[in-house]
């Protein structure tokens, strides 16, 4: 009997992570692809790739951002630097979102006690559990490593496509492992996610520090993130590295196990304190509750945004000078930026912020669809608080979230930028930070539209657009995309300030279909049904 429920507890675990592998393995298999096809009707002429090769490899920042190039005179070392890393973060996110999503969310919404009444333990639900998410893995590297030696083996080989596929895939393996053990620490899935999150984050900055400087390239050895840059899949394969990626995940996995019989179901190992004082300020409206339940995400993305701005303060300078004295200057023209100052690379690199801002709206629409799907907006909606007043409530806070992140980033590059002697003006830096916002905001009102007429799909729908409008940009930036292809990705309509003046028409445009886009989403709203999880 045990047995039947682990087998139905583990095909649950696959049915609600399945879809996600299958469209974060064909996202690298395209991203990929259409890198090595780019590179090379892009760069034809072998002067053009030595010219390229040492654009780049002379500037600090994108080797901080993308991982230190090697053998960008050819098409696997550019694929490689363009690629593996960021898709390997991508793919990490996605893992992270699911495994808290079937560990800890389960259990959050009560449906974990249902298999506990059977005969089944806490430790035999987690093992299932587990092993349909490694069942998702496999789906995931499956598609990656068929699709990659299909569809670039000829041009990178066989064996460097398949280990590209191993090494990317290497870094979801350990984040599902880091979001087992966090869904064990924590007490709810939201502080599960941030504390994943947070370890993702600490990893990629550790990442940055090693790349930063030939003395400190033995922290390579400290983060997962650095053993992905070890591996060198098409230009210096060496398997050591990814190897220990996945005795990593299998390790915490491992962990995660042993401390699940150790915590009450229900609760975590670091479970919030009882018995304290109650604090009602802000309860009177839909505004300010839903202020206070985004409190604790709004002060994350505010600092993390804060030191992202300070790491660009801090570094603009120093890649500038680099930047002006190679051959940058053609690929800063691709970007329609004249100027190869620090104007340019804080221009280059808020356009990240403004990637940052995106996954954060993203992020409130996911907080607000599981109000409706947990049931707890139930408890407002039978009160005098209608359907519309609670969603304006969730859309303002989200709105202030996404307005204080864009100021700590302005705050913490204004900061660094002084002590650093970036020369670059609060004023400029204000306006580059208000340029981050009609993304966001249109990503916030598209979100909002698809919870109102889809709400199942809105959280994933929503995080696709921003992933894939952050992959047409990375393509695209490099290959020389359609402008038709270009236009779909909401990045590609904002300016890069202070490096230009901002494109305000389009600005507004965004923001004016992102308050259409959220009208819509009120309006399904109040015409449907609630819909839970």
């Given at each position: 009997m045990s047995r039947t429920a682990a087998g139905v507890t583990a095909r649950l675990a696959w049915r609600r992570t399945w879809r996600g592998a299958a469209a974060v393995g064909l996202s690298i298999v395209l991203v990929t692809v259409t890198a090595v096809l780019g590179y090379e009707a892009a760069y034809p002429d072998p002067a053009d790739r030595v010219t390229l090769a040492r654009s780049i490899g002379s500037n600090p920042g994108l080797s901080a951002l993308f991982g230190e190039p090697r053998d960008l005179e050819t098409m696997a070392g550019f694929t490689e630097w363009r690629v593996v890393l960021i898709l390997a973060v991508v793919g990490a996110v996605w893992a992270l979102l699911a495994t808290t999503r079937v560990l800890r969310g389960e259990e959050d919404e009560g449906r974990t006690e249902l298999l506990l009444a059977g005969p089944m333990t806490r430790t035999t639900a987690a093992r299932a559990t587990l092993g349909g998410l490694g069942?998702?893995?496999?789906?995931?590297?499956?598609?990656?490593?068929?699709?990659?030696?299909?569809?670039?083996?000829?041009?990178?080989?066989?064996?460097?496509?398949?280990?590209?596929?191993?090494?990317?895939?290497?870094?979801?393996?350990?984040?599902?492992?880091?979001?087992?053990?966090?869904?064990?620490?924590?007490?709810?899935?939201?502080?599960?996610?941030?504390?994943?999150?947070?370890?993702?984050?600490?990893?990629?900055?550790?990442?940055?520090?090693?790349?930063?400087?030939?003395?400190?390239?033995?922290?390579?050895?400290?983060?997962?993130?650095?053993?992905?840059?070890?591996?060198?899949?098409?230009?210096?394969?060496?398997?050591?590295?990814?190897?220990?990626?996945?005795?990593?995940?299998?390790?915490?996995a491992l962990v995660a196990l042993a401390l699940v019989g150790v915590r009450d179901t229900g609760a975590g190992l670091r479970s919030a304190r009882g018995a304290t004082r109650q604090r009602v300020r802000g309860l009177t409206s839909p505004v300010g509750l839903a202020a206070r339940l985004a409190a604790g995400s709004a002060w994350a993305w505010a600092i993390g945004l804060l030191l992202a701005g300070g790491l660009i303060g801090l570094v603009a300078r120093t890649a500038a000078e680099a930047l002006a004295q190679s051959a940058g200057q053609d690929m800063l023209g691709g970007l329609g930026i004249e100027d190869s100052g620090t104007r340019a690379y804080v221009g280059i690199f808020y356009l990240f912020i403004t990637i940052a801002l995106a996954l954060a709206a993203a992020g409130q629409v996911a907080a607000t669809r599981e109000e409706e799907a947990t049931g707890r907006v139930?408890?407002?909606?039978?009160?005098?608080?209608?359907?519309?007043?609670?969603?304006?409530?969730?859309?303002?806070?989200?709105?202030?979230?996404?307005?204080?992140?864009?100021?700590?980033?302005?705050?913490?590059?204004?900061?660094?930028?002084?002590?650093?002697?970036?020369?670059?003006?609060?004023?400029?830096?204000?306006?580059?930070?208000?340029?981050?916002?009609?993304?966001?905001?249109?990503?916030?009102?598209?979100?909002?539209?698809?919870?109102?007429?889809?709400?199942?799909?809105?959280?994933?729908?929503?995080?696709?657009?921003?992933?894939?409008?952050?992959?047409?940009?990375?393509?695209?930036?490099?290959?020389?995309?359609?402008?038709?292809?270009?236009?779909?990705?909401?990045?590609?309509?904002?300016?890069?300030?202070?490096?230009?003046?901002?494109?305000?028409?389009?600005?507004?445009?965004?923001?004016?279909?992102?308050?259409?886009?959220?009208?819509?989403?009120?309006?399904?709203?109040?015409?449907?049904?609630?819909?839970?999880?």
């Open positions: 069942g998702t893995v496999l789906l995931l590297l499956a598609i990656t490593l068929v699709g990659l030696v299909a569809g670039s083996g000829r041009d990178l080989g066989a064996g460097p496509a398949a280990l590209l596929a191993l090494t990317v895939v290497g870094m979801p393996v350990v984040m599902v492992g880091v979001g087992a053990l966090a869904s064990q620490v924590a007490d709810t899935r939201r502080r599960a996610t941030g504390l994943g999150a947070a370890v993702l984050g600490v990893a990629y900055l550790v990442r940055v520090l090693a790349d930063s400087s030939a003395d400190l390239r033995w922290l390579r050895w400290a983060t997962p993130l650095g053993w992905i840059e070890l591996a060198h899949p098409l230009t210096e394969p060496d398997p050591v590295p990814v190897v220990l990626l996945y005795v990593l995940g299998g390790v915490l139930d408890a407002l909606l039978v009160r005098p608080v209608t359907r519309g007043r609670w969603l304006a409530g969730r859309v303002v806070v989200a709105v202030g979230l996404l307005a204080l992140g864009a100021g700590a980033a302005v705050l913490g590059t204004w900061a660094a930028g002084r002590a650093a002697g970036l020369g670059v003006g609060a004023a400029d830096l204000g306006t580059a930070g208000v340029n981050t916002l009609p993304a966001a905001l249109f990503v916030l009102g598209a979100g909002t539209a698809l919870h109102g007429v889809l709400p199942r799909l809105a959280v994933p729908l929503t995080y696709a657009l921003v992933t894939a409008s952050f992959l047409l940009e990375v393509v695209g930036a490099s290959v020389g995309l359609p402008t038709w292809l270009l236009n779909l990705s909401v990045l590609h309509h904002v300016a890069p300030a202070p490096a230009v003046d901002p494109d305000w028409l389009a600005g507004a445009v965004l923001v004016l279909l992102g308050l259409g886009l959220a009208v819509v989403g009120a309006v399904a709203l109040r015409a449907r049904d609630l819909v839970s999880a």
